[in-house]
C-alpha cells in the first residue's frame, strides 16, 4: 500500500484545516492513520491519491446506493451543467422532484428542499415548534441529527430530565429545551411526557439508528412513539436523512408501517450531489414562510444540478426495485461472514455494522462496550488488503 502523496497532501493541510479533513468523521485518528486522499470512483470501487484501490464500503456515507459515477448520473449532470449552475429562482426540476418524492413517501406532502441533514433537521424541530407553540424537543442518546447547536447535547448528571451541550461552543441556553431519552427504552420517554408532555413540540428519532453503528429498533418501539406523540398532541419527526430511499422506496416508515407527522430525507436525495428535504403534512408546512411564520431560506436550496443527480437517482431506483433485494442478498452474506468470526451484528436490509463486543447492541450504552482498540487493528488490515470501510 503507498501512502507517498496523501502523505504528503496530508502535510500540506495540516495547517489548513481542522484535522486536515472538512468533516470529522473523516479523519483516521480513532485508527491511529492518517486519512486518505481520494482521487476517483467509480462502480464498487475508490483510488486514492497514491492509485491504491478499495472496494468501497463507504459509499460517501450512503448517497453511493447505484455506486461511483454512475453513467445515467454523470449524464444527467453534465447536461445540466450546460444550462447553468444556480439561478435563485424556481425550476421545473423541483416541481419534478418534488412530486417524485411525495408519490414515494406519501406522509411528505409538503416539503422543502435544502442543502444538508443538518439544515433539513433544524427546520423541521423549527417548524414543529412553530406549529405547536412548544419550545422542548425530545431526542435519543447516540441519535445524531447533524451539528445545529439545539441537537449537539447529551444525557446530564440528572438523567433523563437534563443534557449538557456535547460540544465546546454551544451555551447551556441553547440546549436547555432539549431532553435526552434512551433509544429503544419506552420507559425513559414516557418519564419525559408524564413531566412536560403539554411543553414538548416534538420527538426527532432515527427510525433506525444508524449513527452509532446500526441499532434496529425494538418491535412495538416506533409505534409506541407514535402513539405517545398522538397523545399529546406533539409532533413526530423520523430523520431518515440515512434510512431514506435506503430501506426501501419508501424509507423506514414504510418498512415499519408508521406514518410520521414530519421527515428530514438527505444523502440519497441528492444521487451524489449536496441536498436534503423535510416536510410533512400540510397544515404543519404550512407554518413555512411565506405561506406561514417560520422563517427558513437558501439560496443554493433545490439548486438544478443537484436535483437533476436526485431525479436520476431515484428514478433508477423506483424503475429497478430489484437493486433492494440484491443489495439485502449480499447483506445477509457479509452479516453471516462477520458473525461466524465472533462479532456482534446489526442489520437491516443494506444497513449492517460490526461490533467487537458480546453484548447484544441496542442502544447508545451497548454500542460503547466495543473494543475500539480491536476495531483499529481490523479496519487498517482491511485497508491494506483492498477494503476500504468506516475509519471509527
Not at 6 to 26: H, T
Not at 80 to 106: H, Q, W, Y
Not at 191 to 216: R, S
Not at 292 to 305: C, D, E, F, L, M
Request: contains cysteine; hydrophobic residues 40%; neutral net charge.
Amino acid at each position: 500500500m503507498k501512502e507517498e502523496i496523501s502523505r504528503k497532501l496530508y502535510k500540506r493541510a495540516v495547517s489548513l484545516m481542522p484535522g486536515v479533513v472538512n468533516s470529522p468523521v473523516r479523519a483516521f485518528s480513532a485508527v491511529g492513520r492518517i486519512p486518505l486522499f481520494i482521487d476517483r470512483a467509480k462502480g464498487d470501487k475508490i483510488y486514492d491519491a497514491d492509485g491504491n484501490e478499495y472496494i468501497d464500503y463507504v459509499c460517501s456515507w450512503g448517497p453511493g446506493i447505484l455506486g461511483h459515477s454512475h453513467p445515467k448520473i454523470i449524464e444527467a449532470v453534465k447536461a445540466a451543467c450546460d444550462k447553468g449552475l444556480t439561478f435563485g429562482a424556481p425550476t421545473r426540476n423541483e416541481v419534478e422532484l418534488a412530486e417524485l418524492i411525495k408519490s414515494l413517501m406519501p406522509s411528505i406532502e409538503v416539503m422543502r428542499m435544502v442543502n444538508s441533514g443538518t439544515e433539513a433537521t433544524m427546520s423541521a424541530i423549527r417548524v414543529a415548534r412553530g406549529y405547536t407553540g412548544r419550545d422542548m424537543i425530545v431526542k435519543f442518546k447516540g441519535c445524531y441529527h447533524g451539528h445545529s447547536d439545539g441537537l449537539l447535547v447529551k444525557a446530564g448528571s440528572a438523567a433523563l430530565t437534563s443534557a449538557v451541550p456535547d460540544s465546546d461552543g454551544v451555551p447551556k441556553s441553547y440546549i436547555q429545551n432539549t431532553l435526552v431519552a434512551e433509544y429503544n427504552d419506552e420507559n425513559s420517554v414516557r418519564e419525559l411526557f408524564d413531566k412536560f408532555g403539554n411543553e414538548i413540540a416534538c420527538i426527532i428519532v432515527e427510525p433506525v439508528a444508524a449513527n452509532m453503528g446500526v441499532v434496529l429498533p425494538k418491535p412495538g418501539f416506533l409505534t409506541f412513539l407514535r402513539d405517545i406523540t398522538d397523545k399529546y398532541n406533539s409532533v413526530l419527526i423520523f430523520d431518515e436523512v440515512i434510512t431514506g430511499f435506503r430501506l426501501g422506496l419508501g424509507g423506514a416508515q414504510e418498512y415499519y408501517g408508521i406514518k410520521p407527522d414530519m421527515t428530514a430525507l438527505g444523502k440519497i436525495v441528492g444521487g451524489g450531489m449536496p441536498m436534503a428535504v423535510y416536510g410533512g403534512r400540510r397544515e404543519i408546512m404550512q407554518c413555512v414562510s411565506p405561506t406561514g411564520k417560520v422563517y427558513q431560506a437558501g439560496t443554493i436550496s433545490g439548486n438544478p444540478i443537484a436535483t437533476t443527480a436526485g431525479i436520476t437517482a431515484l428514478k433508477i431506483l423506483s424503475e429497478n426495485k430489484n437493486i433492494y433485494t440484491e443489495i439485502d442478498r449480499k447483506a445477509a452474506g457479509l452479516e453471516k461472514a462477520l458473525k461466524e468470526t465472533g462479532l456482534s451484528v446489526n442489520r437491516i436490509g443494506s444497513l449492517l455494522c460490526g461490533f467487537f463486543t458480546d453484548r447484544k447492541v441496542e442502544n447508545y450504552d451497548d454500542a460503547l462496550s466495543s473494543d475500539t482498540k480491536k476495531y483499529a487493528e481490523f479496519f487498517s488490515y482491511l485497508l491494506e488488503n483492498g477494503i476500504y470501510i468506516a475509519p471509527s
